[in-house]
């Protein structure tokens, strides 16, 4: 079965940092473009952040450029998200997705960050 | 880059058809056959119904179709069902790979 797990979500203070994680399974995880998602509460699907499949090429939206990161362990089926200087408004669920075709395939259930004090 | 403009709600009787519209511009849905649509329930993870504007994933409804006319990309769901009650959001490649924007969503009673 094709499938996204990820994981790591939690409160966190603003300004602190968080790390987010996703297990792929079911298919061959070096084959494609890895993304993460988000969605504040009550809101609609923003975009966040994108790597190709070696990652060699990284892409942030504006917002989270400089303090987020993503990266990719081909060897262990997983992508990360490194989450630094949080703010309230990066509160949201985070989806990873599978890419292709510029189109996002495949979703896991998502993990939820919350930052407050 | 703007994010898409879909209709905020839309509504329709079991049996019915409807059509979601997503209008964008020529630099995104006017330029590019890359259209993708997606479902998503209270509480869960979206899924895709549509992508390259009218192509369906397996295992997904032929009752879904998608279409394109200039800069406006459509979603359309036959014979509705109680079980398409949902929020449908567009999304549309635009000539880079940062900056991704999605519609901004539109909720779809069954009546």
């Known amino acids: 079965e094709v499938q996204l797990v990820e994981s790591g979500g939690g409160l966190v203070q603003p300004g602190g940092s968080l790390r987010l994680s996703c297990v792929a399974s079911?298919?061959?995880?070096?084959?494609?473009?890895m993304n993460w998602v988000r969605q504040a509460p009550g809101k609609g699907l923003e975009w966040v952040a994108n790597m190709n499949k070696d990652g060699s090429e990284k892409y942030y939206v504006d917002s989270v450029k400089g303090r987020f990161t993503i990266s990719r362990d081909n060897a262990k089926n997983s992508v990360y998200l490194q989450m630094s200087s949080l703010r309230a408004e990066d509160a949201a669920v985070y989806y990873c997705?599978?890419?292709?075709?510029?189109?996002?395939?495949?979703w896991g259930q998502g993990t939820m960050v919350i930052v407050s004090s | 880059q703007s994010a898409l403009t879909q209709p905020a709600s839309v509504s329709g009787s079991p049996g019915q058809s409807i059509t979601i519209s997503c209008t964008g511009t020529?630099?995104?849905?006017?330029?590019?056959?890359?259209v993708s649509w997606y479902q998503q329930h209270p509480g869960k993870a979206p899924k895709l119904m549509i992508y390259e504007v009218n192509k369906r994933p397996s295992g997904v409804s032929d009752r879904f179709s998608g279409s394109k006319s200039g800069n406006t990309a459509a979603l359309t769901i036959s014979g509705l069902q109680a079980e398409d009650e949902a929020t449908y959001y567009c999304?549309?490649?635009?000539?880079?790979?940062?900056?991704?924007?999605f519609g901004g969503g539109t909720k779809l009673t069954v009546l």
């Open positions: 999304f549309s490649y635009a000539g880079s790979y940062t900056n991704w924007v």
């Open positions: 020529s630099s995104d849905v006017g330029s590019y056959n890359l």
């Open positions: 997705a599978r890419g292709a075709n510029y189109a996002f395939h495949i």
């Open positions: 079911g298919f061959t995880f070096s084959s494609y473009w």
